[in-house]
């Protein structure tokens, strides 16, 4: 066991040091660094440099990569050069904490969204493979499988923020509320929250749907279920004692996939 | 220049190979349902008029040999054994599979209608500004685009491409993959360890960044059709070499080895038709999965050719979606229509040949 563990833990490892080598190398060949993009006379060698977020000491493209590894070890991501009369440079990891707080919020909700919603479909097709709302079930699966993303976002902001005017169309809250109390500025984000986070569960909830239903259905026809139905209990309770508590690791295993 | 002109070449091929691909496997289903059936029939009676010969079995075992019978077709064969075609023709025979052939060929066949109209690009339509956004109606179904141009004709146009570089993608991915795949389930060893570790590292790797990193770093189309083109390898690779795997354990597979034949004719007669529907079913969701991808990927404008998902980009970008909701409803339609057609075939040859399949 702990073996097994270590070895992952340095296969992942391994592989987050590729994929640095992969990244820093696609950089420095990407090229447009700020003497291609800045007027000549704005940017000085030290600009250059600073913007490659290397030490002007580094020649070798070995030494520039430990450079770069060891600034991004501890959380400098190097700089985002902006022309402003005068070359100007903002640290990336400064406008990296906001974005990322907002990503997770909505990660977060999409994530939870689609357990649930997966969960009680998946389990549902599982238990009730012949009832009209499985066909719906899979009905919808299927049409979820092939729509690509971004048509669910479009026509979900059509329907909900063109139409009906339910919901706003874009932003993550109304600049208009700014003297209010907690409450309405909690129940604003939620407004804002709702398509997003509902477009982003959307692309994988059929998906895992689908994993739930194969998981759950699989373990039903086991022989332990039979047992626990041999003895006289509930339909409810062999699910949600024998079936359910048996098929929540493989699904969490689909979660983090997803 | 040269380079160029092979590139155009290169885009050119992969464009019309989807719609190649599917007059060849039309033209290949019609040759293989004629030849297989008279060819068990005749392998049957030669094998008979042998017998016969050397006195093995009575004349009146032998059916009379019927006629000029070449262009009748007789699926109900009752060969012992060698009944498969039948049984394999009679289990496609499933709605889902036949509606969605049927969509398929329809998107093929209406892709070029425009075409026969003189418009090989959307391009080529005439600008009629007085015909700007004009809902749908009998005379413009799909109602109008943002120049005036009738959008049924130009959605048809842009499926040429989609369909055309999925189908492309999907072919040449479903070769390379059941080749190596099968390659990599019978030999085993140090070959299929080394072989499936590359693809193991290439299906790893997240698609959409990697699209992005080709296209950024060469800025043509045609590296990026190659790279999904690996990709579908990798996956068709690794499906096609766990059936081959299971298949191999099966007795018949030992009882060919033990009768000496060799790995070539195991392959051919013994492992190719067994992975027959598997990959057919695998290849078709690749399809579908491409297609998207490429509708996707046309939505955020960076290929060097429009799909159905450029237009809707062009909708939303221009904000015309706002007023004219045909403009993104019509091609996002077309998109679930051919990738469910394709889906509902891939899922339905799957499911009909695998029983374990829920």
């Not at chain 1, 759950?216 to 309770?237: E, F, H, N, V």
């Amino acid at each position: 066991m702990y073996g097994y563990l270590i070895r992952r833990f340095l296969t992942v490892l391994l592989l987050m040091w590729v994929m640095t080598v992969i990244i820093f190398g696609l950089a420095s060949i990407s090229g447009g660094g700020v003497d291609r993009l800045f007027p000549v006379n704005a940017v000085t060698p030290f600009d250059i440099v600073r913007h490659k977020g290397i030490n002007e000491t580094d020649t070798s493209p070995a030494q520039q990569y430990f450079t770069w590894l060891k600034n991004v070890f501890w959380g400098n991501f190097g700089n985002i050069a902006s022309f402003r009369g005068d070359t100007v440079f903002d640290s990336v990891s400064e406008k990296l904490i906001p974005m990322f707080n907002a990503s997770l919020l909505l990660v977060g909700t999409a994530l939870l969204f689609l357990v649930i919603l997966g969960f009680l479909l998946g389990t549902f097709a599982a238990v009730k493979p012949d009832h009209i709302a499985t066909k719906i079930i899979n009905f919808f699966c299927m049409v979820n499988t092939s729509i690509p993303d971004f048509a669910i976002a479009i026509i979900l902001m059509m329907v909900f923020a063109v139409r009906l005017r339910l919901l706003p169309s874009s932003g993550m809250s109304d600049p208009l509320l700014y003297e209010s109390n907690f409450w309405q500025h909690f129940l604003d984000r939620l407004r804002h929250l709702i398509l997003p986070a509902i477009t982003l569960s959307f692309t994988y909830v059929a998906s895992f749907t689908e994993h739930v239903r194969k998981t759950i259905s699989g373990i039903l026809q086991q022989d332990y279920i039979r047992t626990a139905r041999a003895k006289g209990l509930s339909g409810r309770i062999v699910l949600s004692k024998h079936a359910l508590r048996n098929g929540l690791v493989p699904c969490l295993a689909a979660v983090f996939e997803c | 220049m040269p380079v160029v002109l092979y590139r155009v070449y290169l885009y050119r091929i992969y464009e019309n190979i989807g719609s190649l691909s599917w007059i060849l496997a039309g033209m290949g289903a019609c040759l293989l349902g004629v030849s297989i059936p008279l060819q068990l029939k005749y392998a049957r009676r030669k094998k008979d008029n042998n017998l016969l010969k050397n006195g093995l079995i009575s004349a009146a075992a032998v059916p009379a040999a019927e006629p000029h019978s070449w262009f009748r077709l007789n699926f109900n064969l009752r060969l012992p054994g060698k009944n498969q075609v039948a049984s394999f023709f009679s289990r496609l025979m499933k709605p889902s599979i036949i509606i969605g052939l049927l969509v398929i060929w329809a998107l093929v066949l209406g892709s070029f209608y425009p075409v026969f109209l003189g418009f090989q690009k959307a391009e080529d339509m005439p600008l009629q500004i007085g015909n700007m956004l004009k809902a749908p109606s009998w005379q413009y179904p799909f109602g109008t685009d943002g120049y005036g141009r009738n959008y049924l004709l130009v959605i048809l146009l842009l499926g040429r491409q989609t369909l055309g570089i999925a189908f492309g993608v999907s072919l040449i991915s479903t070769i390379l993959g059941t080749a190596i795949g099968v390659l990599c389930g019978f030999l085993q060893g140090v070959f299929d360890r080394v072989v499936s570790g590359i693809l193991d590292l290439v299906s790893s790797i997240p698609s959409y960044f990697f699209i992005f990193l080709i296209i950024g770093l060469t800025g043509s189309s045609t590296s990026m059709i190659m790279v999904l083109s690996i990709f579908g390898v990798a996956e068709l690779c690794r499906v096609v070499r766990a059936q081959v795997l299971a298949i191999r354990n099966f007795l018949f597979v030992e009882a060919a080895e033990a009768m000496g034949n060799s790995a070539v004719q195991i392959i051919v007669r013994h492992l190719l038709p067994n992975l027959l529907s598997l990959v057919w079913g695998q290849s078709m969701i690749l399809v579908g999965r491409t297609m998207l991808l490429l509708c996707s990927l046309g939505y955020l404008n960076i290929l060097s050719f429009p799909t159905w998902g450029s237009l809707v980009a062009e909708s939303v970008k221009s904000s015309q979606y706002l007023s004219s909701w045909w403009t993104s409803i019509f091609p996002i339609a077309m998109i679930f229509v051919a990738v469910s057609a394709v889906y509902s075939v891939g899922k339905g040859v799957l499911r009909s040949f695998d029983p374990f399949a829920r």
